[in-house]
C-alpha cells in the first residue's frame, strides 16, 4: 500500500485530491497538512512514502518543507503541486529534491499514474511544463554552467544520447524507441548519468543537461 499525504492549504483542493487517491487501489490517503510546518510534523510521526506538495502556503512553503522532508530518515517522494504561474517557485522546489509536479487541474488518472510512479522510484514529469520551467528559468551563473559541463563530459555519447532524451522530458520506453535499445538497457544507462552527474533524480538530471548547453 502506497501511503500518501496531502499538502495544501486549500481544503477543497485536499479533499479532491483525496477522493481521487482513496479510489485508487494500493494508495491510501495516511495523513493531510494545511501548510508546510504541520506536514513536517505529520511525517515526522509515522512513515511516508509520497508526498503531494503545493508551493505557496502560510507557516512554512512547500519549498523548505521539501527540504526538510528529505532530511527526515526514512523520507517520503516529493511531488510539488503548482500552476504556470508558479513556475520559479517548482524550479526552486526541483532543485530542492522534489522528484516531479503536477499541475493542480491535471486528469485524475494522471495524478493516480504520478503517485504509483515515484513511489516505484522514478520522476514524474509533465513533458510540456518540464521543458518550459527547464527552458523560461534557467539563471544560472558561469562557474555552474562550466561545473555542469564537466560532469556531462563524464558521459559516453550514447550516455549523453539519452540524457538529451531524458532531459525533453521523454519516458525510459520512449528513449528505447527513439535510440533502438531495450528498455533495460535505457535504465542502466539512466543509472549511470545520474552517478555520473551527481544527482539524485531525472529531473535534476534534466537541469544539469540544461545548465550545461546540452538542451536549448
Given at each position: 500500500?502506497?501511503?500518501?499525504m496531502?499538502?495544501?492549504?486549500?481544503?477543497?483542493?485536499?479533499?479532491?485530491?483525496?477522493?481521487?487517491?482513496?479510489?485508487?487501489?494500493?494508495?491510501?490517503?495516511?495523513?493531510?497538512?494545511?501548510?508546510?510546518?504541520?506536514?513536517?510534523?505529520?511525517?515526522?510521526?509515522?512513515?511516508?512514502?509520497?508526498?503531494?506538495?503545493?508551493?505557496?502556503?502560510?507557516?512554512?512553503?512547500?519549498?523548505?518543507?521539501?527540504?526538510?522532508?528529505?532530511?527526515?530518515?526514512?523520507?517520503?517522494?516529493?511531488?510539488?503541486?503548482?500552476?504556470?504561474?508558479?513556475?520559479?517557485?517548482?524550479?526552486?522546489?526541483?532543485?530542492?529534491?522534489?522528484?516531479?509536479?503536477?499541475?493542480?487541474?491535471?486528469?485524475?488518472?494522471?495524478i493516480?499514474?504520478?503517485?504509483?510512479?515515484?513511489?516505484?522510484?522514478?520522476?514524474?514529469?509533465?513533458?510540456?511544463?518540464?521543458?518550459?520551467?527547464?527552458?523560461?528559468?534557467?539563471?544560472?551563473?558561469?562557474?555552474?554552467?562550466?561545473?555542469?559541463?564537466?560532469?556531462?563530459?563524464?558521459?559516453?555519447?550514447?550516455?549523453?544520447?539519452?540524457?538529451?532524451?531524458?532531459?525533453?522530458g521523454?519516458?525510459?520506453?520512449?528513449?528505447?524507441?527513439?535510440?533502438?535499445?531495450?528498455?533495460?538497457?535505457?535504465?542502466?544507462?539512466?543509472?549511470?548519468?545520474?552517478?555520473?552527474?551527481?544527482?539524485?533524480?531525472?529531473?535534476?538530471?534534466?537541469?544539469?543537461?540544461?545548465?550545461?548547453?546540452?538542451?536549448?
Amino acid at each position: 500500500m502506497i501511503r500518501t499525504m496531502i499538502v495544501d492549504d486549500d481544503g477543497l483542493v485536499r479533499l479532491a485530491l483525496a477522493d481521487i487517491l482513496q479510489d485508487a487501489p494500493g494508495i491510501t490517503v495516511a495523513a493531510h497538512a494545511p501548510d508546510g510546518r504541520e506536514a513536517i510534523q505529520r511525517a515526522t510521526a509515522q512513515r511516508l512514502d509520497v508526498v503531494l506538495m503545493d508551493v505557496r502556503m502560510p507557516h512554512m512553503d512547500g519549498i523548505e518543507a521539501t527540504r526538510q522532508l528529505l532530511a527526515l530518515p526514512h523520507p517520503p517522494k516529493v511531488v510539488m503541486l503548482t500552476t504556470f504561474d508558479l513556475d520559479q517557485y517548482v524550479y526552486d522546489g526541483l532543485a530542492a529534491g522534489a522528484v516531479g509536479f503536477l499541475l493542480k487541474d491535471t486528469d485524475p488518472a494522471q495524478i493516480i499514474q504520478a503517485v504509483e510512479v515515484v513511489a516505484d522510484g522514478h520522476a514524474m514529469l509533465h513533458p510540456v511544463a518540464a521543458r518550459r520551467l527547464i527552458e523560461h528559468h534557467h539563471h544560472t551563473a558561469g562557474g555552474a554552467s562550466a561545473a555542469a559541463r564537466g560532469r556531462v563530459e563524464r558521459l559516453t555519447p550514447r550516455e549523453t544520447d539519452v540524457l538529451g532524451l531524458l532531459a525533453g522530458g521523454a519516458s525510459n520506453a520512449e528513449i528505447a524507441t527513439g535510440l533502438g535499445m531495450r528498455e533495460s538497457t535505457v535504465k542502466a544507462h539512466v543509472s549511470r548519468i545520474l552517478a555520473a552527474l551527481e544527482v539524485d533524480n531525472r529531473v535534476q538530471a534534466a537541469l544539469c543537461a540544461k545548465d550545461a548547453g546540452l538542451t536549448r
